[in-house]
């Protein structure tokens, strides 16, 4: 397991106010239904007393996850590198690959990064590739499945202070 689990503000933000949530909200009113259906009886065939206790499994479950997560979370701001042209955590990164099709990528930590919205966790093969060099810099980038491509770095951008 990873000892550094990094983080950017936001990215903190989001994942504390969901455990935030989990405990001070949704926690409680599962508690309150589990309790409500155990009172009414019979509890083998009782829907709301065996959902409820499942629901209770994997919030518990989940808070358990975030405080884990949240406890060895290192928090770094990518602002601090604004204007820069070197890529580090945080950085958006504009490239290009060797059949000419430009992508461009955030890199961000494990627990926040969404593929779907272009970004990758600072341990993914492409920000291990793209981490430390420069705009315009061509690097070689090992793919997942083992071929090698020439990938050059077009722009680098971090969110202003």
């Given at each position: 397991?990873?000892?550094?689990?990094?983080?950017?503000?936001?990215?903190?933000?989001?994942?504390?106010?969901?455990?935030?949530?989990l405990?001070?909200?949704?926690?409680p009113?599962?508690?309150?239904?589990?309790?409500?259906?155990?009172?009414n009886g019979?509890?083998?065939?009782n829907?709301?007393?065996?959902?409820?206790?499942?629901?209770?499994?994997?919030i518990?479950?989940?808070i358990?996850?975030?405080?884990?997560?949240?406890?060895?979370?290192?928090i770094?701001d990518?602002s601090?590198?604004?204007?820069?042209?070197?890529?580090?955590?945080?950085a958006?990164?504009c490239?290009?690959?060797?059949?000419?099709?430009?992508?461009?990528?955030?890199?961000?930590?494990?627990?926040?990064?969404?593929?779907?919205?272009?970004?990758?966790s600072?341990?993914?093969?492409?920000?291990?590739?793209?981490?430390?060099?420069?705009?315009?810099?061509?690097?070689r980038?090992?793919?997942?499945?083992?071929?090698?491509?020439?990938?050059?770095?077009?722009?680098?951008?971090?969110?202003?202070?």
């Amino acid at each position: 397991m990873l000892d550094k689990n990094y983080f950017t503000p936001q990215g903190y933000a989001r994942l504390r106010g969901e455990l935030l949530d989990l405990i001070d909200h949704e926690r409680p009113k599962i508690v309150e239904i589990v309790h409500w259906a155990a009172s009414n009886g019979d509890r083998s065939e009782n829907g709301d007393y065996i959902y409820g206790k499942k629901r209770l499994r994997e919030i518990d479950r989940r808070i358990r996850f975030l405080t884990k997560r949240l406890e060895i979370a290192e928090i770094i701001d990518p602002s601090i590198h604004y204007g820069r042209d070197q890529i580090f955590f945080g950085a958006t990164v504009c490239y290009v690959d060797e059949s000419g099709v430009e992508r461009t990528v955030t890199i961000k930590g494990i627990d926040e990064s969404d593929s779907l919205q272009g970004e990758v966790s600072w341990i993914s093969p492409i920000a291990r590739t793209l981490i430390k060099a420069r705009t315009g810099d061509v690097l070689r980038f090992t793919m997942p499945n083992g071929a090698i491509e020439e990938i050059e770095v077009l722009s680098v951008n971090y969110p202003a202070p």
